[in-house]
């Protein structure tokens, strides 16, 4: 695990292999972690939205958590998502993942039921409250609808000691500025953005959880580490260098583009995905094919 911040710096946010019956397959997913660890990241969310975590079932997303555990042991800080739309099931998930040896829990904000900014507060410290792991909240509005509210987070860093941060992904900077000023030392605000990282690093954030990490995951730590350093021009280059690539990343529904992406380099055998997701036509093929010769993107050894 990285000696920074407790949940590392580059995050991806794993994709979740499946065979041709679209049952999980387990050797590509712990093959993929491992490679993952291998070429930047030291951390992985596992069964996130990228896992496709809405179509994997309880029981499922338990065997992943052991599973990636088994794969990369202490190799880096695992995190398992947890956060469903049922404050229940959510701490039975946050329990059971806990039993399975993760570093820590994503906790996304509650999708359809809309709940009030009280609502979400007392969703999240029931959940924290009823694990001893240090726990993660993600805020992702264009997919759940609910904004995580800067005053929200602030209330549930001073009263739930183990909520220790938040990836943010609401593309707003003013209210991430918000957050990163007013949450207090040593809360730890993460890009769930890639495209927005390195502002995010700017104005305090500490690191990333990414998709586009899958692919240049080495780039992204490069990028990372400059800043760190003070090499703002390096950081500033790379950042830029990695934009079209995010982009087509994100052309259409994630992880469509990057499972697609994954099996042209080699890493994974198959891009397939679970409906109501479907894989890329040819002319999305063709976006993603651009911007991975575009960046130079070599194919890996296969998995």
């Given at each position: 695990m990285s000696n920074g911040p407790y949940f590392g710096r580059v995050v991806t946010a794993m994709a979740t292999p499946f065979d041709e019956n679209r049952r999980v397959d387990e050797p590509q997913a712990a093959a993929l972690a491992r490679w993952l660890v291998e070429n930047g990241s030291d951390g992985l969310v596992i069964a996130g939205t990228t896992g496709e975590s809405a179509t994997l079932s309880h029981d499922e997303k338990v065997s992943l958590f052991t599973l990636v555990k088994n794969a990369v042991g202490d190799g880096a800080c695992l995190i398992a998502n947890t956060g469903t739309n049922d404050t229940r099931e959510s701490i039975d998930l946050t329990r059971a993942a806990?039993?399975?040896?993760?570093d820590g829990i994503l906790l996304v904000a509650p999708y359809y039921n809309k709940p009030t900014q009280e609502g979400l507060y007392q969703h999240f410290k029931a959940i924290a409250s009823?694990?001893?792991?240090p726990v993660l909240l993600y805020n992702v509005p264009g997919r759940t609808i609910t904004n995580i509210l800067p005053a929200t987070v602030k209330r549930l860093a001073c009263d739930v000691p183990n909520i220790l941060g938040i990836k943010e992904a609401s593309s707003d900077l003013a209210q991430i500025s918000q957050i990163a000023r007013d949450a207090g030392r040593g809360f730890e605000v993460y890009s769930g953005e890639d495209g927005v990282t390195l502002p995010i690093l700017s104005i305090g954030g500490v690191g990333?959880?990414?998709v586009t990490s899958h692919?240049?995951?080495n780039d992204i730590r490069a990028m990372h580490d400059?800043?760190?350093a003070g090499d703002m021009d390096t950081a500033r280059e790379l950042h830029?260098?990695?934009l079209p690539l995010t982009k087509a990343l994100f052309s259409t529904t994630s992880p469509s583009p990057v499972k697609y992406a994954l099996e042209r380099m080699g890493v994974i055998k198959?891009?397939?995905?679970?409906?109501p997701l479907v894989e890329l036509n040819a002319d999305?093929?063709?976006v993603v094919d651009a911007a991975l010769a575009e960046y130079g993107v070599a194919r890996a050894q296969r998995v």
């Open positions: 806990e039993d399975t040896g993760v009823s694990t001893k792991l990333v959880i990414s692919v240049i995951g400059a800043f760190f830029l260098k990695a198959s891009g397939r995905v679970r409906l999305e093929r063709r």
